[in-house]
């Protein structure tokens, strides 16, 4: 039972991933008809985001103490992050808690991101066939990739959680499993985190007049651009909206997996596969779908599993798709029509 | 009788002058032609050597550190800083000028840390840009394969980091040499500082990089651990670059295991070990004794990354740069000039394999492989940071000290991250070659 349990968080935390990177990639399909193949390019920029943000506010004074030597005989350098110098405990606090800050940072910058990037690049290839636009798209995350790795090298680059959410909670406890079942405080923030975010995008959709129209055009573009309404503008700040929430999902993700320049393609096939499985377009079948995959990769991983099928955990998720197309073609929730013509 | 006399002129004087001259020159010529009959024999006034190291991938942090380590080393070859291990190093023929007079050029290449990737830019290496030797690694899967590679090719292969028993074992090749130790000299280095500090009766779980390194290295720390009375409750395979280890370390915490053995290393390492430490292993207790994570394979680069997690846990290391011999203390000095960091073990192997090779050569009067190869079997040799060392004649593998070291609890600076424990001597990490299999082959000395 503690196994099961356990199995579950960690698929709840990664299935957070994949599902808020799933949303992003079906609300610019739904809206623009653009398969992104740069969104998990976005996902890795937010990561980035975070990662800057911390470099910003640690920036050291360095001061040269002569009478210590290096082994190599220069004099050591003593360094001290300068919102430290400035603020003291203040200062201390900022840096502790930079990755939930960085949120800040992310927001704005991913915005304007997302906007450059639909009307300099994707607005010109919305009447061109998917081909064209996966080439582009694809093209496109790997110069932000290489552009990455130029400033921040190869290497991943770890990012801390605050103190106050360092350690493991105990879950056993509050659910009658005894004290065997702990989890890191810091992946329950994450979930917590995906399912608001993903909250907020459907509240965001459903109860305000934006979302609405934007909804209406998903349906049928051209009756609401006959309706006088400039449905290109509210698309173009769709478009900047799945920037963020991709970003927002990156800066969040770093404290559980250090980010490098290439972790926008780890997830990105398997966020196209939830995308898939969920039903292209569909927001609902995106966010089920990165939830039962992620939960399910988690269950693949389990020893006992792996001792019947070895090697199934690298697999399984490929096979859920195989078995769910074979008997849902449009996926679990996809609508008809949709990517059929 | 004066008609039988032959008359010896100036005319048959010169003749007999040329053809003893040219009888006498005819073995020499065709020796220097066999000796030329090598892959890449350099011409003109540079030699070129191949640094094929990961500058992406799993293992980018030391590929980095290994590259910063072979631009210093073709440094004090050709002369120039402060010499380095060249003043320490003995016995050495090295002068500073270079290798038998060429002055040291270089190309590189990144592996990816993948095979196919390392054996292509070794290819390019070797056929492109004329590299007489190959050097490099981090990643044992990507050293046996591009020990291969320049086996087939003819030319030598100084393998950089590489840990896996295999690849001075079963896969070991005539034009191949490793300085670095591997996962039975670590596994029997850890044994005796394992159970001094955790006892007899523990219950181990081993997380394993699935690949060749991954596998040796578990199969000799469940050796030596239940050699001294531990159980294994269970070893799992890993996928390599998995990044997310939250679905194979769960399983740990009721497994009823009482220790972890994390045989991952790089990127790999830094994220199971900090995800382990974040789910609570370390405050946990199992059987009634604390629960203990071992990395059987650390580096310093390694510790930078994962942070707090490293501090208090054991493992075994090829080199530290704390080591206060006269060797380690000058390459110190020479890196940390140069660079503003202390070398990493990485740096360490791959400075020394480059200097190995260039003071073969400079022995052997040529670049051949086959005469390379000849001098490096079986050489004895001090000064470079681990104390007496040999290259084992019978697999090429050198033998020398091993450290086993502790993340350190209160590290005086951002590099002072590991502790020395304990200086195994070389005697309690030698074994029987034939252990391993393999077979060394003939030497490959052709021309490409």
């Known amino acids: 039972m503690d196994a099961i349990v356990l199995q579950i968080l960690n698929g709840l935390d990664k299935g957070g991933a994949y599902a808020l990177i799933a949303l992003g990639l079906t609300l610019t399909f739904g809206t623009l008809g653009v398969v992104n193949f740069a969104h998990g390019a976005l996902f890795m920029l937010g990561a980035f985001c975070a990662v800057s943000f911390n470099k910003l506010i640690s920036l050291e004074q360095v001061i040269l103490d002569a009478t210590q030597k290096t082994a190599w005989g220069t004099a050591l350098e003593v360094r001290t992050p300068y919102v430290e110098v400035w603020l003291g405990d203040v200062g201390t606090a900022l840096l502790n808690y930079s990755v939930p800050l960085s949120i800040l940072f992310t927001i704005p910058v991913m915005l304007i991101f997302g906007v450059i990037m639909e009307r300099g690049l994707i607005k010109h290839f919305y009447n061109r066939p998917h081909a064209d636009q996966i080439l582009v798209t694809f093209g496109l995350a790997i110069v932000l990739q290489e552009i990455i790795k130029h400033y921040f090298g190869a290497n991943p680059i770890p990012q801390v959680a605050p103190d106050i959410v360092a350690g493991s909670a105990n879950i056993g406890l509050w659910i009658g499993l005894g004290d065997s079942v702990v989890y890191p405080w810091w992946r329950l923030v994450y979930f917590a985190f995906s399912a608001i975010v993903i909250f907020g995008v459907f509240a965001f959709l459903q109860f305000t007049t934006f979302g609405m129209v934007v909804r209406a055009g998903m349906r049928d573009r051209e009756m609401v651009s006959l309706l006088g309404i400039n449905i290109e503008r509210r698309f173009t700040i769709i478009f900047g909206l799945a920037a963020i929430v991709a970003g927002m999902a990156g800066a969040m993700y770093t404290p559980i997996l250090p980010p490098d320049y290439h972790m926008g393609m780890d997830f990105l096939v398997l966020s196209f596969v939830v995308v898939v499985v969920g039903g292209m377009g569909s927001l609902g079948g995106a966010v089920a779908a990165g939830f039962l995959l992620g939960v399910l990769q988690s269950f693949a991983s389990m020893n006992e599993i792996k001792s019947i099928i070895p090697g199934i955990d690298q697999i399984i998720i490929y096979l859920v798709a195989v078995v769910i197309l074979l008997t849902l073609p449009r996926g679990l929730m996809g609508r008809k029509g949709v990517m059929e013509d | ?448």
């Open chain 2, 1 to 448: 009788m004066s008609g039988s006399k032959r008359k010896f002129t100036r005319r048959s004087a010169l003749k007999t002058g040329a053809a003893a001259g040219a009888a006498l020159a005819a073995p020499m010529i065709f020796i220097r032609s066999a000796q030329a009959a090598y892959c890449n024999a350099p011409k003109g006034s540079t030699v070129t050597l191949g640094f094929n190291v990961p500058q992406t991938g799993a293992y980018a942090d030391e590929g980095a550190d290994e590259l910063r380590a072979y631009k210093l080393a073709v440094k004090h070859l050709n002369g120039g800083g402060d010499g380095g291990m060249l003043n320490t190093f003995k016995p050495s023929v090295l002068k500073g000028n270079g290798i038998l007079g060429k002055k040291v050029a270089f190309v590189t290449g990144d592996t990816q840390t993948k095979s196919d990737a390392a054996r292509a830019s070794a290819k390019r290496m070797i056929e492109k840009d004329g590299a007489v030797m190959i050097t490099g690694g981090s990643s044992s899967g990507v050293a046996i394969a591009t020990q291969g590679l320049c086996q087939e090719a003819g030319v030598i292969f100084m393998a950089g980091l590489t840990h896996s028993n295999d690849t001075t074992g079963k896969d070991k090749r005539r034009n191949g040499f490793r300085h670095f130790f591997n996962a039975y000299m670590s596994g029997a280095a850890l044994g005796p500082v394992l159970e001094k500090e955790y006892g007899k009766q523990r219950r181990a779980y081993h997380l394993t990089a699935d690949y060749t390194w991954g596998w040796t290295q578990e199969e000799s720390m469940k050796n030596t651990t239940e050699a001294l009375g531990w159980k294994t409750s269970k070893t799992v395979k890993t996928p390599v670059g998995a990044g997310d280890f939250s679905q194979y370390i769960t399983p740990v915490l009721n497994s009823g295991a009482d220790v972890l053995i994390l045989n991952h290393y790089g990127k790999d390492m830094i994220n199971s070990l900090t995800q382990a430490v974040q789910f609570g292993l370390r405050d946990k207790q199992v059987n009634g004794k604390n629960f203990e994570i071992v990395v059987p394979l650390f580096s310093r680069l390694m510790a930078q990354g994962a942070g707090e997690a490293i501090k208090g846990i054991l493992g075994s290391t090829n080199w530290n740069w704390s080591l206060q011999d006269e060797a380690s203390k000058a390459f110190v000095k020479s890196f940390g000039a140069e660079y503003g960091a202390p070398p990493s073990m990485a740096a360490h192997t791959c400075y020394v394999q480059a200097l190995l090779y260039a003071n073969a050569c400079e022995m052997a009067g040529t670049f051949s492989p086959a005469q390379v190869v000849k001098s490096l079997e079986g050489f004895k040799f001090d000064g470079m940071g681990n104390g007496p060392t040999e290259y084992r004649a019978s697999d090429h593998q050198c033998f020398k000290d091993v450290l086993v070291v502790r993340g350190n609890q209160n590290p005086t600076s951002q590099f002072d991250l590991l502790e020395v424990v304990e200086v195994t001597p070389r005697s309690q990490v030698e074994y029987d070659p034939s252990i391993f299999g393999g077979n060394l082959g003939p030497v490959n000395a052709k021309s490409c």
